[in-house]
């Protein structure tokens, strides 16, 4: 490979001063990684950037490093934006701003929904250097909390920038742009370019240097994908056989709706495994302590949605299963890209239903290979059938029951053994029934 050609260069080759040398040093950051190497000189040298990167990178590197790099020189309050499509993604990159400005006292506020409007305005009134934001609860504190704007900001960053644009949040950043500088920089990261990618950059970049760490849609050559081709009613016996035969494994398990999360989740608890759902109908709390189980290995398997199947720092996973194919090819690449990330080696398999094909088919099409199947014996998987629907049964029952008591006391949220129980009544509007 050509990239293999090139010589590898250090943090000090890109421009970064020392004191931002030694904080990625202490972060175990040896050397910059692809997007990191590209980004961090046209970066330092003013220029507006438009990186297409996907989670796993080193793109929150790549813009927060230069960014930390014009702070040191021109010491600010309210210096730069980066907006984030989640909540999540939005504590990790100030998480990882805090690490990498740690020795030089840079302070950021995190303005999320989901949390606490009185705690994030106090930190606003600390006047931080760095706002992390989704964009609807940033123009809420633009519009309510006091003493707060944006008016001398130096950089914004728009990250996920894809997502930014597909989730009705186009209105919030057209009239955040319009309170902010147009003398500033602009950096705007996303793992796919979509028409509305591109008209974001020609509205809010000037002369961007276009930037790409990875050829177009490809997968990393470390990771394994097959799938398997399975009648809709043995999905779950399939799921559990896989899981069994890399037990041990760290897994993230994608499904389409928030209400499948529960309950495979469930169900695969019933059959002694250790699950642990995250989806958007979830507390914000919620969903940070199921991801932290999974971190700290409490729980190794993750049952999602997309909405975790980006810009979650979730490290080394070792599979990705996706339970139900996603209808939009773009975020089977999304979902893949949570396994053998930086090097590492990892799996994807895709259970394929008859009612799925079509999507499977535009999957291969975009990757540009068709892969391999999952060898499974289909006597062996079906010899699992009793106890699995045993355990899909007492599923079913244990989340009605949760969310008849959810209803009498008034939709409050419980928990039992880390599942959050959900009321069938809010099963998402997009979800299909089979
Ligand atoms: P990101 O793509 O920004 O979400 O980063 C993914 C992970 O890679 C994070 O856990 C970072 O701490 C880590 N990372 C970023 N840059 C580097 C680097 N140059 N060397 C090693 N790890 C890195």
Redesign the pocket.
Known sequence: MEEDKEEVKSFKDLGVCDQLIEA?DN???????KI?AEAIPHALEGKDLIGL?????????AFALPILQALLETPQAFFACVLSPTRELAI?IAE?FEALGSGIGVKCAVLVGGVDNVQQSIALGKRPHIVVATPGRLLDHLSNTKGFSLRTLKFLVLDEADRLLNEDFEKAIDELLSVIPRERNTYLYSATMTKKVRKLQRACLRNPVKIEAASKYSTVDSLKQQYLFVPAKHKNCYLVYILSEKSGSTSMVFTRTCDSTGLLAQMLRNLGLRAIPISGHMTQAKRLGALNKFKAGECNILVCTDVASRGL?I?SVDMVINYDIPSNSKDYIHRVGRTA??GRSGVAISIVSQYELEWYIQIEKLIGKKLPMFPAQEEEVLLLLERVTEAKRIADMKIKEAGGKKKRRGGEDDEVEGIERYSHGKSSKKSKKR
């Not at 972060?27 to 990684?33: D, E, I, T, V, Y």
């Not at 996907?54 to 929150?60: E, M, R």
């Open positions: 990625c972060l175990g950051w040896k050397h910059p990684s990191q990167a996907q989670t796993g990178s080193g793109k929150t590197g990790q990882q720092d490290p990330r930086a």
